[in-house]
């Protein structure tokens, strides 16, 4: 059974920092990219950043809003996924979820979310 | 940047009835649409990908058809556990991927 469990959430201080994780079991973390999306309290789906499996160049995208402030990284050892939060504000206040990518390759490269954790709540606030 | 713009913003709809929820790309996405389910307090449910395949284990009530920009998520005949908020994804240009607003579906 594919699980993906978030962890590191808090409340925090503008202008701190916070570390997400993201715990995975039940598949091959190796082969798959892997993504965190927030949702802001009472708001829809915004995604934050994304990092591709080390078999295609593990390199990584993130979002306008938390560009230079976010990081995305992966440790294919322990099959996590981690989410380097610095420079918070409060508009960062949200529930991140992670998520498992599909990579698809017929007609140009594209990635979708199958599969998602149940959420980590990450609170800025003075 | 792809706008996806849902419609309606709520749907009242009763158990046993068809619901329609519409999703707008604002250029063409192909059939890179995923719809997604999500009920109070929980994760994202992928429901359809591919504009129109159902996700593993996604009953046959839910379909999902359209390209290009205009895309529709139909649910047959609405079950008790089905009131929830969807959203659509488009994933054909990238970074970013972008979701609608979302369709609350509520019981009339």
């Known amino acids: 059974e594919v699980q993906l469990v978030e962890s590191g959430g808090g409340e925090v201080q503008p202008g701190r920092s916070l570390r997400l994780s993201c715990t995975t079991s039940?598949?091959?973390?190796?082969?798959?990219?892997m993504s965190w999306v927030r949702q802001a309290p009472g708001k829809g789906l915004e995604w934050v950043s994304f990092?591709?499996?080390?078999?295609?160049?593990?390199?990584?995208e993130y979002a306008a809003s938390v560009k230079g402030r976010f990081t995305i990284s992966r440790d294919d050892s322990k099959s996590v996924a981690y989410l380097q939060m610095n420079s918070l504000q409060t508009e960062d206040t949200a529930v991140y979820y992670c998520?498992?990518?599909?990579?698809?390759?017929?007609?140009?490269?594209?990635?979708?979310?199958?599969?998602w954790g149940q959420g980590t709540l990450v609170t800025v606030t003075s | 940047e792809i706008v996806m713009t849902q419609s309606p913003a709520t749907l009242s709809v009763s158990p046993g009835e068809r619901a329609t929820l519409s999703c707008r790309a604002s250029?063409?996405?192909?059939?890179?649409l995923a719809w997604y389910q999500q009920k109070p307090g929980q994760a994202p449910r992928l429901l359809i990908y591919?504009?129109?395949t159902r996700a593993t284990g996604i009953p046959a009530r839910f379909s999902g058809s359209g390209s290009g920009t205009e895309f529709t998520l139909t649910i047959s005949s609405l079950q008790s556990e089905d009131f929830a908020v969807y959203y659509c994804?488009?994933?054909?240009?990238?970074?970013?991927?972008?979701f609608g607003q979302g369709t609350k579906v509520e019981f009339k």
């Open positions: 998520a498992r990518a599909v990579r698809l390759a017929t007609g140009g490269v594209r990635y979708y979310f199958d599969y």
């Open positions: 039940g598949f091959t973390f190796t082969d798959h990219a």
């Open positions: 990092i591709r499996s080390k078999r295609y160049t593990g390199n990584t």
């Open positions: 250029q063409s996405v192909s059939t890179s």
């Open positions: 591919g504009a129109s």
């Open positions: 994804q488009q994933y054909s240009n990238w970074p970013p991927w972008t």
